[in-house]
């Protein structure tokens, strides 16, 4: 099974960035499904952005498209989510999760990620 650390999560003010970090110790690109979901209290668990690594292809959530950033790095078994222009409706435990497959479409990109592996999860609170 593959171990997934994420961190980078902490307090900011409305505006403010903040870079996640999703580290695997076993991590193979080959038909690896990589996602970051975040749950908010009191809310269902949502995607924010999910890559394939077999074409390369991100897709984001309407509401972070534009702010956020997915990004991967191969040679440190690490993919990363920069988000920018943090709004107090970003307040969430932000996990990533790694799957296998070849997905067609953001749903099924989240899907296949979410049916593997999970980290522990890092918590993002952003103030007003």
Do not use: H
């Not at 991590?27 to 970051?36: M, R, S």
Request: aromatic share 8%.
């Amino acid at each position: 099974e593959v171990q997934l650390v994420e961190s980078g999560g902490g307090l900011v003010q409305a505006g403010g960035s903040l870079r996640l970090s999703c580290t695997s110790s076993a991590f193979t690109f080959d038909d690896a499904v990589i996602g970051w979901f975040r749950q908010a209290p009191g809310k269902e668990r949502e995607g924010v952005s999910c890559i394939s690594s077999s074409d390369g292809n991100t897709d984001y959530v309407r509401s972070v498209k534009g702010r956020f950033t997915m990004s991967s790095d191969n040679a440190k078994n690490t993919v990363y989510l920069q988000m920018k222009s943090l709004k107090p409706e970003d307040t969430a435990v932000y996990y990533c999760a790694v799957g296998r497959g070849r997905p067609v479409g953001a749903r099924e990109c989240w899907g296949l990620a979410g049916s593997g592996s999970w980290g522990q999860g890092t918590q993002v609170t952003v103030s007003s």
